[in-house]
């Protein structure tokens, strides 16, 4: 008897994760075991792509889809995002789907932009990360889980991923950091037509959930959902209602 696994194996033939700031391409691993074949995945090194292209994202994107012909599946989180936005741009015939986990236009907050952070928390994040970078990471953890019933569990889900990333050269992570300050995709859009998949968290305390009304106006036909008690990394905090959704949307 088929079952999803199979049915996802034969529509998909590629299918890209792109991980966000803070953590590192195995931070998707654990969640494509459980719902598809991993011969079908590609899990990508952010940080390799924005330091051989010196952070040019939309060459990041051209090298990633010059390196992995044949991708017709992308699943973008945070920061990674932005890099899927410009594999977006590139994707001309729409013949790749995209879906976007707690995606934000713009990370800093500004005149035009009223979510995200205060330049004054980059501005300490940057100090932090030269001083301690294992401290800083693990702060930044905590942000990410945000205000869960279930934190402890969710803590003790990523933890271990902060040693790999550790290992990660600071000047890569202050690359990406910097990235993230700098990107603006509050004007990006391809298609007023193009039909895209957000997912967003109502305990998200990075992207909070009314940026998903933006999403609405700027693509009025793509799809938005919120998940109930989620976080800003809502396939790990709530791991079955993020695969009940993205497996009914691919």
């Not at 890099?83 to 790749?96: H, P, V």
């Not at 976080?231 to 905090?237: Q, R, V």
């Amino acid at each position: 008897m088929t079952n999803y696994r199979d049915k996802i194996k034969e529509k998909y033939k590629k299918i890209l994760f792109i991980h966000g700031w803070g953590f590192n391409h195995k931070i998707w691993e654990k969640f494509a075991r459980s719902f598809m074949p991993l011969e079908n995945c590609i899990f990508l090194d952010l940080y390799s792509y924005l330091q051989a292209t010196k952070g040019d994202v939309k060459e990041a994107a051209s090298k990633v889809l010059r390196e992995n012909e044949g991708i017709d599946l992308v699943i973008s989180w945070s920061l990674g995002c932005h890099l899927a936005k410009e594999i977006e741009a590139l994707d001309i015939e729409n013949s790749i789907k995209m879906v976007y986990v707690a995606y934000m236009p713009k990370f800093v907050k500004s005149a035009e932009w009223k979510f995200g952070f205060d330049q004054s928390t980059i501005d300490e994040l940057k100090i932090n990360l030269n001083k301690n970078l294992l401290k800083t990471l693990k702060n930044f953890y905590l942000l990410i889980i945000g205000d869960l019933k279930n934190k402890t569990f969710v803590y003790k889900e990523i933890i271990p991923y902060i040693n790999t990333t550790n290992k990660i050269k600071q000047k890569n992570l202050m690359l990406a950091l910097e990235i993230l300050e700098k990107s603006n995709y509050i004007n990006f859009c391809k298609d007023k037509n193009i039909e895209n998949f957000y997912i967003y968290g109502d305990k998200d305390l990075i992207t909070p959930p009314t940026v998903e009304k933006f999403i609405k106006t700027l693509e009025p036909k793509s799809k938005t959902i919120i998940l109930s008690g989620a976080s800003h990394i809502p396939f790990i905090s709530n791991s079955k209602d993020f695969f009940m959704v993205l497996n009914k949307y691919i």
